[in-house]
């Protein structure tokens, strides 16, 4: 006899593209109904309905070059915060210092906390004003969406400190 399964259900949590979201949405804002795009592209309504909650943030996105699946809409303070940092990092690159997790992460915490002071808060602002760790997680997913790739990972402690 083999295992009981707890759930009759098996999660399918498909990704779906940036492009198939927006074209979802254009569909949607022709006139096509939301249980018939569920049909169409093999997603429950619920699926349907979330794209469509969230159409300003997906029409907003640009995403990296290469970036073809957004697999969460982050603020639009984390945005600016990223694309700052990435300038910061392609200038510290073209003066060949030597740049690591730790300084980067470092340097995303200060931008951010920036960023935060100079931003007028509003619900969602206010929810997530603690969320922004700059964690490991948060530092390789940076670098697969920038596509940096001359970064060290060591050298440098969590707090960026350079020993005497």
Known sequence: MGPKKVS????????????LK???IEKNE???QVADLARQYGRSTSTICTVLK??????GITPAKGVTIISKLR??????????????????????????????CEKARAIYGVLLNQTPRTSTDEASEGSFKASRG????????????SV?????????CEGS
């Not at 009759?8 to 492009?19: C, D, L, R, T």
């Open 75 to 104: 603020s639009s303070l984390h945005e600016k915060m990223e694309k700052l940092l990435m300038v910061w990092v392609t200038e510290k690159q073209l003066k060949d210092d030597t740049l690591t997790q730790g300084i980067i």
């Open 54 to 59: 969230q159409k300003e943030s997906i029409k």
């Open 30 to 32: 022709q006139g096509v």
């Open 138 to 149: 948060w530092f390789d997913n940076f670098r697969k969406r920038t596509g940096i790739h």
């Open 22 to 24: 927006r074209e979802i």
């Open 152 to 160: 060290v990972r060591h050298g440098y402690s969590k707090f960026g």
């Open 8 to 19: 009759g259900k098996v999660s399918s949590q498909k990704m779906m593209p940036i492009e």
